[in-house]
């Protein structure tokens, strides 16, 4: 494990230790306040599960002040479910078949080579077992935003990174939610990066002696066989190049509420006469 040279010392790079040994996420580092958008290729941005838990402030200043709290207001969801493993292997070898039946070339792409399926996997008879994960998950993610209206598959995609590719920095425009279930996965191609979405918070980034999910402008999360993350389709994430031996073959998708020009887009308000 490396560390910043500035968090060798004190109380701040104990609490880094714990926090990672807390998670067994491994390594945490600070991320450099000026390589927004030229993170893609960043080797280390901090792991997402080791910080959104993570908040000092009450420590600081519960002496202070008689009471004090901090608003978390308008957070950035992203939802991780894992399929269990008895579940896992048998939907796992269903979606390889049907991938290998649809010409995906599961292990014969070159290093620096990379495909994708066409995005009408969701409609495909043999892919109904994942969409009923999917539909699980993001019933399960609806409810926890108090979100009634039932959500549709509008696509779904199949990619194959050989080693030495990934995903540029990107969304899914004119969803809902958008997600990625993981069918293959290593060491060196485990990961999916996160932007912090408030861009003009990047105009000023001082210098953090702890990672939190406050600070951090990139947050990665690590993902294993069988893992179904969602996240908001507008939110931009990448994904790091393949340094692993080995293709990582996932499946992405995109949700929508079905009709929602005809039923959500109405003015919500109630007209009236304008007062004092
Ligand atoms: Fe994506």
């Not at 294993?224 to 993350?229: K, R």
């Not at 931009?236 to 079905?258: G, Q, Y």
């Amino acid at each position: 494990m490396s560390v910043a040279p500035h968090m060798r010392h004190g109380a701040g790079l104990q609490r880094l230790l714990c926090i990672a040994d807390k998670t067994s996420c491994g390594f945490l580092e600070p991320f450099p306040p000026t390589c927004r958008r030229s993170v893609i290729s960043h080797p280390k941005p901090v792991p997402l599960d080791c910080i959104t838990a993570k908040s000092a402030f009450r420590d600081c200043v519960s002496d202070t002040f008689q009471t004090s709290d901090v608003m978390h207001l308008f957070p950035t969801y992203v939802w991780r479910g894992d399929v269990p493993d008895g579940a896992r292997q048998e939907l796992s070898q269903t979606l390889l078949q049907e991938l290998a039946a649809l010409g995906a070339p599961l292990a014969s792409l070159r290093p620096g080579e990379n495909w994708q399926s066409d995005q009408d996997l969701h409609l495909r008879a043999g892919f109904r077992p994942l969409t009923s994960w999917i539909q699980k998950a993001a019933r399960q993610l609806l409810d926890h935003l108090h979100v009634q209206p039932d959500i549709m598959i509008t696509g779904c995609w199949a990619n194959v990174n050989a080693p030495g590719t990934g995903h540029r920095l990107h969304s899914h425009r004119n969803n809902f939610i958008s997600g990625v279930y993981y069918l293959q996965t290593q060491a060196g191609a485990d990961t999916i990066n996160f932007f912090d979405p408030k861009v003009q918070a990047g105009a000023i980034r001082p210098p953090a002696n702890e990672p939190t999910a406050e600070n951090t402008e990139v947050a990665q999360v690590r993902i294993v066989n069988g893992a179904l993350i969602l996240f908001p389709a507008w939110l931009l994430h990448a994904v790091d190049a393949n340094r692993s031996t080995k293709p990582r073959i996932s499946i992405s998708f995109n949700l929508m509420f079905p009709s929602f020009a005809e039923t959500m887009a109405r003015p919500g308000w109630t007209p009236g006469v304008g007062g004092r």
